[in-house]
């Protein structure tokens, strides 16, 4: 008879692992919810055994057996949610910060800190990425590419190729297989914060390093900021040092609220998904939007261009709120050239595929209903397209303007 403890566990379904990991101890423990340790620092009579720890650390960006003598260098708490992410992106580790771009820069600066400086990026990507990877603040220097492009693009010095599928806001995709290939050696980043690993896993094509801003669907509940980078044991404890160093921690506190929030990310995102799509056919069939952007991974944001002013939509909704961000429970809606990609130049934005008539909606866990009359009311005051006609073999055509 076999061993019992040389049998492999059956692999857990992610709904499961979304409630479970990170929390494997808790029965031990003698508690249900995670402990929550707000403590800044832990104490030790043992001060030679400190300094050996703080070399360990240093030396190697391992996480501490033990206490972690100071929050800077870990936390408890935070680290029940390195671990279910990890689990659910697939990754060996996690490492968790203060927010999106604080993840990001910390991915940024180890590169550099090994001379590789050079990132070559696919467009659109979040407004503030774009802006971090082009301002040079960091001393990074990019090249934007399309896909097909990215091979070319590649020097002795890249140290990373990013791409963010769905992008924010086109929700434009990029197939990740294909680009893999492109990058050869160098790390391929992909932003996963639209799609979440309930609907896409990157690492399982090829990426190196996923990126989430933890703010949005993984808390859940627009109450929590942070970042989280998903990656294997090595690069993983580079950025460790990195945040170490540079205390783009994410609050305790903030990691319970994520760790939580994880639990019921996939019944979220299937649910809001699920309405999404609906209102993406529903305002696709409508004469007074331009064009409707919803992408094949499926996913809880619609994004849309409408003929007249976008400003009076944002300023009609009443159900919906109006205001930047996404992955809530309730449903947002922003206009991007306005705000998540103001701070990228106008030719950027636009040759990017952001117009100025674009409209993104978060779809959260409202009605479907209640969610498509509040928007077909703001909608009201849009002109409509031009008035269909039969053309034959070649379908519906435009042919004039009708509206105001
Ligand atoms: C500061 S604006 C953006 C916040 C968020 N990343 C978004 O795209 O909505």
């Given at each position: 008879m076999e061993n019992a403890a040389s049998v492999t566990p059956a692999p857990r379904a992610l709904a499961t692992e979304a409630v479970h990991a990170?929390?494997?101890?808790?029965?031990?423990?003698?508690v249900h919810a995670p402990p929550l340790d707000l403590s800044t620092t832990y104490?030790?009579?043992?001060?030679?055994?400190?300094?050996?720890?703080?070399?360990?650390?240093a030396a190697t960006g391992a996480?501490?057996?033990?206490?972690?003598?100071?929050?800077?260098?870990?936390?408890?708490?935070?680290?029940?949610?390195?671990?279910?992410?990890?689990?659910?992106?697939?990754?060996?580790?996690?490492?968790?910060?203060?927010s999106g771009m604080a993840a990001l820069t910390a991915v940024l600066l180890v590169r550099a800190s090994m001379g590789l400086r050079h990132v070559v990026a696919v467009r659109p990507l979040y407004g503030c990425s774009d802006h971090l990877l082009g301002a040079g603040l960091l001393g990074t220097e990019v090249t934007w590419t399309d896909p097909a492009g990215i091979a070319e693009a590649i020097r002795p010095d890249t140290g990373l190729v990013m791409v963010e599928t769905p992008a924010n806001p086109t929700l434009a995709e990029v197939d990740l297989r294909a680009v893999r290939h492109a990058c050869g050696s160098v790390p391929l980043l992909?932003?996963?914060?639209?799609?979440?690993?309930?609907?896409?896993?990157?690492?399982?094509?090829?990426?190196?390093?996923?990126?989430?801003?933890?703010?949005?669907?993984?808390g859940g509940h627009g109450d929590v900021m942070g970042g989280v980078v998903a990656?294997?044991?090595?690069?993983?404890?580079?950025?460790?040092?990195?945040?170490?160093?540079?205390?783009?921690?994410?609050h305790p506190m903030a990691g319970y609220l994520l760790l939580r929030g994880l639990s019921t990310l996939p019944v979220r995102v299937r649910a809001a998904s699920a309405t999404a799509a609906d209102l993406a056919r529903r305002l696709g069939a409508d004469p007074r939007i331009a064009r409707v952007h919803y992408p094949s991974v499926g996913g809880a944001m619609v994004s849309f261009e409408v003929y007249g002013d976008p400003h009076s939509v944002i300023a009609a909704v009443r159900l919906i709120t109006p205001a930047v961000s996404l992955g809530s429970v309730d449903s947002l809606i922003q206009?991007?050239?306005?705000?998540?990609?103001?701070i990228v130049a106008e030719g950027d934005r636009r040759s990017a595929g952001v117009s100025d008539r674009l409209l993104r909606m978060s779809v959260g866990l409202e009605d479907v209903?209640?969610?498509?009359?509040?928007?077909?009311?703001?909608?009201?005051?849009?002109?409509?397209?031009?008035?269909?006609?039969?053309?034959?073999?070649?379908?519906?055509?435009?042919?004039?303007?009708v509206g105001r």
């Amino acid at each position: 008879m076999e061993n019992a403890a040389s049998v492999t566990p059956a692999p857990r379904a992610l709904a499961t692992e979304a409630v479970h990991a990170g929390r494997e101890d808790l029965a031990r423990l003698g508690v249900h919810a995670p402990p929550l340790d707000l403590s800044t620092t832990y104490p030790s009579y043992d001060a030679a055994g400190e300094a050996a720890r703080i070399d360990g650390f240093a030396a190697t960006g391992a996480r501490l057996e033990g206490p972690p003598v100071y929050a800077r260098l870990d936390n408890p708490t935070t680290a029940r949610f390195e671990t279910a992410l990890a689990r659910l992106e697939g990754a060996e580790s996690a490492v968790a910060f203060a927010s999106g771009m604080a993840a990001l820069t910390a991915v940024l600066l180890v590169r550099a800190s090994m001379g590789l400086r050079h990132v070559v990026a696919v467009r659109p990507l979040y407004g503030c990425s774009d802006h971090l990877l082009g301002a040079g603040l960091l001393g990074t220097e990019v090249t934007w590419t399309d896909p097909a492009g990215i091979a070319e693009a590649i020097r002795p010095d890249t140290g990373l190729v990013m791409v963010e599928t769905p992008a924010n806001p086109t929700l434009a995709e990029v197939d990740l297989r294909a680009v893999r290939h492109a990058c050869g050696s160098v790390p391929l980043l992909v932003d996963n914060t639209f799609a979440t690993p309930v609907l896409q896993r990157p690492l399982e094509d090829g990426a190196r390093i996923v990126l989430h801003s933890a703010t949005k669907y993984l808390g859940g509940h627009g109450d929590v900021m942070g970042g989280v980078v998903a990656c294997d044991e090595e690069f993983a404890r580079k950025l460790r040092q990195v945040r170490f160093a540079t205390g783009g921690v994410l609050h305790p506190m903030a990691g319970y609220l994520l760790l939580r929030g994880l639990s019921t990310l996939p019944v979220r995102v299937r649910a809001a998904s699920a309405t999404a799509a609906d209102l993406a056919r529903r305002l696709g069939a409508d004469p007074r939007i331009a064009r409707v952007h919803y992408p094949s991974v499926g996913g809880a944001m619609v994004s849309f261009e409408v003929y007249g002013d976008p400003h009076s939509v944002i300023a009609a909704v009443r159900l919906i709120t109006p205001a930047v961000s996404l992955g809530s429970v309730d449903s947002l809606i922003q206009h991007p050239a306005s705000i998540s990609h103001r701070i990228v130049a106008e030719g950027d934005r636009r040759s990017a595929g952001v117009s100025d008539r674009l409209l993104r909606m978060s779809v959260g866990l409202e009605d479907v209903e209640d969610l498509w009359r509040d928007l077909t009311e703001a909608l009201s005051a849009q002109p409509v397209r031009a008035q269909a006609v039969r053309t034959g073999s070649e379908g519906v055509r435009e042919s004039r303007r009708v509206g105001r």
